[in-house]
């Protein structure tokens, strides 16, 4: 079973609109990390957010959110008011932090995010 | 800036030859990783290191071994390049405490084995 899922490939959204990035997890821990990355089509990985398992408040981020579910085990992330710039891959991993290889993170497959001016 | 620096940047091969992809980093951290993209598969470790000497396997380590003689250099070969290792190489080390020790990455190494 894959541990991070991502059921968009892509989407397309209006310049200056919200935009809600899709990401489930699968784990039996109780303590791992959240994280979402952005990459541009120059092939960078950007950190843009990071959603502790423990934290009671969704992460902010400037116009970047994680909506964290945890009983769902969902993990969204949010850009308000989206530009241009923001066309690029984005990218939800996991890390399990008492596992034996607790250092790495888990990747799911991306989304691809165009904006429309 | 992370102070990683991936080498080469760019390389074509033939299937059958070794390749040695090169990290290096000036910030001292303790892991690095290696990481592979493809198409619909996201990023996928292929080995990591948590010190001097210290490695150990990732997901999809076969064909490929690695290196960790200093600190500052973790090396990727793949011993005898097929077709199926052409690829993006990230290299990532692992940020100190603070938003989940994120994973800091170098600029990647687009791989062709022809």
């Known amino acids: 079973a894959q541990k991070i899922t991502q059921t968009q490939p892509g989407m397309f959204v209006q310049e200056k609109e919200a935009v809600t990035l899709d990401c489930t997890y699968d784990?039996?821990?109780?303590?791992?990390?959240l994280f979402w990355y952005k990459q541009p089509s120059s092939g960078e990985m950007i950190f843009l957010i990071y959603q502790g398992s423990y934290d009671e408040q969704n992460a902010t981020e400037g116009r970047y959110s994680l909506n964290f579910q945890k009983a769902r085990k969902s993990a969204n992330l949010v850009i308000s008011a989206s530009q241009l710039g923001d066309s690029a891959m984005y990218f939800c991993a996991m890390r399990e932090y008492f596992k034996a290889a607790g250092n790495k993170l888990t990747f799911g497959g991306g989304t691809r995010v165009l904006v429309k001016p | 800036d992370a102070g990683i620096t991936q080498s080469p940047r760019h390389k074509v091969t033939e299937t059958g030859t070794p390749v040695t992809l090169r990290c290096h980093q000036t910030e001292n951290h303790r892991y690095m990783y290696w990481y592979r993209q493809d198409p619909g598969h996201g990023l996928r470790l292929i080995h990591y290191s948590y010190g001097v000497k210290d490695t150990d396997k990732g997901e999809v380590s076969d064909g490929y071994s690695v290196s960790r003689s200093k600190t500052e250099d973790f090396l990727l070969t793949l011993e005898s390049a097929t077709s199926s290792q052409t690829s993006v190489y990230f290299c990532?080390?692992?940020?100190?405490?603070?938003?989940?020790?994120?994973?800091?990455f170098g600029s990647g190494t687009q791989l062709s084995v022809l």
């Open positions: 784990t039996s821990d109780q303590s791992y990390g």
């Open positions: 990532a080390i692992r940020g100190g405490q603070g938003e989940g020790e994120k994973l800091f």
